[in-house]
């Protein structure tokens, strides 16, 4: 493993069910973070965390859980999919959650569909 | 509220230079970032300012004004391979980036 995988690249979810979206770094960051990316919209983040075993809600946490048991492993979990859940997610990290240069890697996405 | 506004899209020519601008309001600044995204990738880190001027990294360039709320990126010889969407973001004041919703750039022949 190089930088942040996620799994599943893609999945079609009837709505109603559950869904984990999984995410692992090997950079050793403390910091992860989880956005989806709507067509016309900028990235928003969903939930955050600054280091293992802390997390936080950023703009939209609403139908989103995350834990960070960890500093590899950072999955987001949908409880009940709804169609407005239909976005593409991207999980990335950073060396800590303060300022300087301090960029945040990107996973390679996970195309979720939700009919 | 904040916000992040970046021309939707934008056309140039090969060889040419380029110029994409961001204004932001944020509640604090504590640095902007700017990424390429090419279709269907994700994003990944071209330059960051934090402070008022120009940071050159070979054909990219990006320039910040504090008191304007402003940053441009600037792209020279242009490439067909610079054919991406450029993200604009703003670290605030809870250290969490806001961001803009892209710039695609369309590079012709």
């Known amino acids: 493993i190089a930088g942040i995988t996620q799994a599943p690249t893609s999945q079609i979810l009837a709505a109603g069910r559950r869904m984990t979206l999984r995410c692992t770094q090997d950079?050793?960051?403390?910091?992860m973070y989880w956005y989806r990316q709507d067509l016309g919209l900028g990235l928003r983040l969903i939930h955050y965390?600054?280091?293992?075993?802390?997390?936080g809600k950023g703009e939209v946490p609403d139908g989103y859980s995350v834990s960070r048991a960890n500093t590899d492993d950072f999955p987001l979990t949908l409880a009940s999919a709804v169609p407005s859940q239909t976005s593409v997610y991207f999980c990335?990290?950073?060396?800590?959650?303060?300022?300087?240069?301090?960029?945040?890697?990107f996973g390679p996405g996970t195309r979720l569909t939700v009919l | 509220g904040q916000n992040i506004d970046q021309p939707t899209e934008m056309t140039a020519t090969e060889g040419a230079i380029v110029q994409i601008n961001c204004t932001y309001q944020t509640s604090g600044f504590n640095g902007l970032f700017w990424y390429q995204q090419h279709a269907g990738e994700a994003p990944t880190f071209l330059s960051y300012?934090?402070l008022d001027g120009l940071e050159e990294k070979g054909r990219f360039s990006s320039f910040l004004s504090r008191s304007k709320g402003y940053s441009y990126l600037l792209l020279k010889e242009l490439q067909m391979k610079d054919s991406a969407s450029y993200l604009c973001a703003v670290r605030d004041s809870n250290y969490q980036l806001i961001w803009g919703a892209g710039t695609k750039l369309i590079i012709k022949p």
């Open positions: 300012n934090v």
């Open positions: 965390s600054n280091t293992a075993g802390t997390t």
């Open positions: 990335a990290s950073s060396e800590s959650s303060g300022g300087g240069y301090n960029e945040q890697f």
């Open positions: 950079m050793r960051h403390n910091a």
